[in-house]
């Protein structure tokens, strides 16, 4: 299974974007979808994650201003950022987590958030 993350940017503070994380099969095989962001020194984040039976999660750093998303034909889940501040800056990350292990064991590639304050 392959993930591809898309839609991260530049983008002033208060600003708004979307990221989308695309897999190669089928969503439903995942236990659940997380978005991660890793800031270059730091211990990588789980943001927000989506699980198959829909119970979602968020940070509470996150909490309010961003929203998690699946859309099963597309075999995609979003990331709706909305006010942004500069703390979140990062390389965004999807994952998938294997019902079998409940690991995180399909990470796609990062795609760069940078928000100027």
């Known amino acids: 299974v392959q993930l591809q993350a898309s839609g991260g940017g530049l983008v002033q503070a208060g600003g708004s974007l979307r990221l989308s994380c695309a897999a190669s099969?089928?969503?439903?095989?995942?236990?659940?979808v997380g978005w991660h962001r890793q800031v270059a020194g730091k211990q990588r984040e789980l943001v927000a994650s989506i699980s198959r039976a829909g119970r979602i999660r968020y940070a509470d750093s996150v909490a309010g201003r961003m929203t998690i998303s699946r859309e099963y034909a597309r075999n995609t889940v979003y990331l709706q950022m909305n006010n942004l501040k500069a703390e979140d800056t990062a390389v965004y990350y999807c994952a998938a987590q294997s019902i079998a292990s409940g690991q995180y064991s399909y990470w796609g590639n990062g795609t760069l958030v940078t928000v100027s304050s």
């Open positions: 099969g089928s969503i439903y095989n995942f236990y659940a």
